[in-house]
């Protein structure tokens, strides 16, 4: 104890005695907090978890354009969906954007939703004209928060064919030291195999996983 306390490693409370954490001790914490990217922290989950529960697993981050894929774990079944690094996922149909607005700024998440709207709003006339079948609905502010709220309840956002007719997929949160969402590690796969019940086999091995990520991020879980 009188080395630590020479490093700084800890320090000791003259009224009480008790030893705590000293300054070199959290300086180090810091550094490690620093060196600990979210990405090269989770990309060994799911390499684990794909063949574990038998569906494609992609970690996804906030980007300009919204959800984005940066790392992907395919399935090893014969039968799983074709995913890309860089797929951008929508904020209102896909559960990997709902998990992050769910956490994310409202005032920012509401500006995006609107501009996801307009967007839509643009390629549903283009679809129009060209005979193409209807794009999905951006849902109202209302309908979206309570959606968001659902999220929060469970920790997970899901989504039941909503991109694709047959696709099943699930997101859970990474969090920061902060608590700030900064991954989804989502699973996607056929819905016939693909189990979207809240307490389901991959709904917890989905929890569990990116909770031991945001550990390693420091991320401490409040009661």
Do not use: C
Not at 29 to 36: D, E, F, P, R, Y
Not at 87 to 97: D, E, K, M, P, R
Not at 142 to 167: C, D, I, M, N, Y
């Amino acid at each position: 104890l009188v080395s630590y306390a020479r490093l700084g490693l800890i320090e000791q409370d003259r009224e009480s005695g008790t030893y705590f954490l000293g300054p070199l001790a959290l300086q180090l914490g810091l550094i490690s907090l620093q060196q600990a990217h979210p990405v090269q922290v989770a990309t060994p989950l799911i390499a684990e978890l794909a063949p574990r529960i038998g569906h494609t697993v992609a970690l996804a981050v906030w980007g300009t354009r919204g959800a984005t894929i940066v790392r992907l774990e395919e399935s090893p079944s014969p039968v799983h969906v074709n995913m890309r690094h860089g797929t951008v996922f929508s904020l209102a149909n896909t559960a990997s954007g709902r998990l992050f607005a769910a956490y994310l700024d409202p005032v920012e998440v509401r500006q995006r939703l609107d501009d996801e709207r307009a967007r839509r709003r643009g390629a549903a006339s283009e679809d129009a004209r060209a005979g193409e079948p209807p794009v999905a609905a951006v849902p109202s502010w209302k309908e979206f928060s309570l959606q968001l709220a659902e999220v929060r309840t469970h920790g997970l956002s899901r989504s039941v064919g909503e991109v694709l007719p047959g696709v099943n997929a699930m997101a859970a949160p990474v969090f920061d030291h902060r608590g700030d969402i900064v991954l989804a590690v989502t699973a996607i796969g056929p819905a016939a195999v693909f189990d979207t019940r809240w307490d389901g086999p991959i709904a917890r091995a989905l929890r569990n996983g990116a909770a031991q990520v945001s550990q390693r991020l420091g991320w401490r879980a409040r009661a």
